[in-house]
Nanobody, 123 residues
Framework: QVQLVESGGGLVQAGGSLRLSCAAS????????IGWFRQAPGKEREFVAV????????LYADSVKGRFTTSRDNAKNTVYLQMNSLKPEDTAVYCC????????????????WGQGTQVTVSP
């Protein structure tokens, strides 16, 4: 069993930065892929980034490539999402999810989900 808790969201102006954290409990955290997803009001959940269990296998959505960076510290059971050059269209609830396979789909492979943290980017 893995429990995930996101933090670091908030209100920021366009062009600003935020760093999200996904803290996990459970001894098997380091064996899981961690995906980041977001959901804006009225829209479906969409893929943002994913990082493999060893820190490799990193993929990003085209919409965030070059602006967002994900990393993990297995010793701290934490995965990070550094978000730079934020845009109003990045406004959403951001969630992390854990699963045994590298997947960019929220419907494939993810067994555990956090509750999410709100990110709001003002113009």
């Amino acid at each position: 069993q893995v429990q995930l808790v996101e933090s670091g969201g908030g209100l920021v102006q366009a062009g600003g930065s935020l760093r999200l954290s996904c803290a996990a409990s459970g001894r098997t955290f380091s064996s899981y892929t961690i995906g980041w997803f977001r959901q804006a009001p009225g829209k479906e959940r969409e893929f943002v980034a994913v990082i493999g269990w060893s820190g490799g296998g990193i993929l990003y959505a085209d919409s965030v490539k070059g602006r967002f960076t994900t990393s993990r510290d297995n010793a701290k059971n934490t995965v990070y999402l550094q978000m730079n050059s934020l845009k109003p269209e990045d406004t959403a609830v951001y969630c992390c999810a854990a699963g045994p396979v590298l997947s960019t789909s929220p419907n494939i492979g993810y067994k555990y989900w956090g509750q999410g943290t709100q990110v709001t980017v003002s113009p």
